[in-house]
C-alpha cells in the first residue's frame, strides 16, 4: 500500500484561500486514483473530492463545486487541493486517500490507504 502525508492545513479567515498537499511514496502513484475526504466534529468523514488515475478525471462534492480544485503532479507523487472562498463550515480534518486502479468512488470503505489528516480551520 502506498504511505501518504498531508500537509497545508492551518487557520484561515472566511473567504480566503488555502491549498492542501499530499505526497505519496512506496507504491506507483499514476496507478491510485487519489481524494480528498473531510471529517468536521462529530460528523462522519465525507468526501470533498477525487482525481482518477486514469487521466484528468475529476469529481467533486456539491458543497464544494467552483470553489475547490483538484489537480495531481505524477512525477512529484503529489495531489493537491485547492480551496478558494473557504467558509466555516469547511472546517475540518481533511484526509487524503488513495485507490489502485478505482474508477471514481465515494465510500470511504472504498480507499485502502489514508493519511494522518491536516486539520483546516476557517473562522467567520
Known amino acids: 500500500q502506498v504511505q501518504l502525508v498531508e500537509s497545508g492545513g492551518r487557520l484561515v479567515q472566511a473567504g480566503e484561500s488555502l491549498r492542501l498537499s499530499c505526497t505519496a511514496s512506496?507504491?506507483?502513484?499514476?496507478?491510485?486514483?487519489m481524494a480528498w475526504f473531510r471529517q468536521a466534529p462529530g460528523k462522519e468523514r465525507e468526501l470533498v473530492a477525487v482525481s482518477s488515475w486514469r487521466g484528468p478525471i475529476t469529481s467533486y462534492a456539491d458543497y464544494v463545486k467552483g470553489r475547490f480544485t483538484i489537480s495531481r503532479d505524477n512525477d512529484k507523487n503529489t495531489v493537491y487541493l485547492q480551496m478558494h472562498d473557504l467558509k466555516p463550515e469547511d472546517t475540518a480534518v481533511y484526509y487524503c486517500?488513495?485507490?489502485?486502479?478505482?474508477?471514481?468512488?465515494?465510500?470511504?470503505?472504498?480507499?485502502?490507504?489514508w493519511g494522518q489528516g491536516t486539520q483546516v480551520t476557517v473562522s467567520s
Open positions: 512506496g507504491g506507483t502513484f499514476s496507478d491510485y486514483s
Open positions: 486517500a488513495a485507490n489502485r486502479y478505482g474508477s471514481i468512488r465515494s465510500r470511504v470503505d472504498e480507499y485502502e490507504s
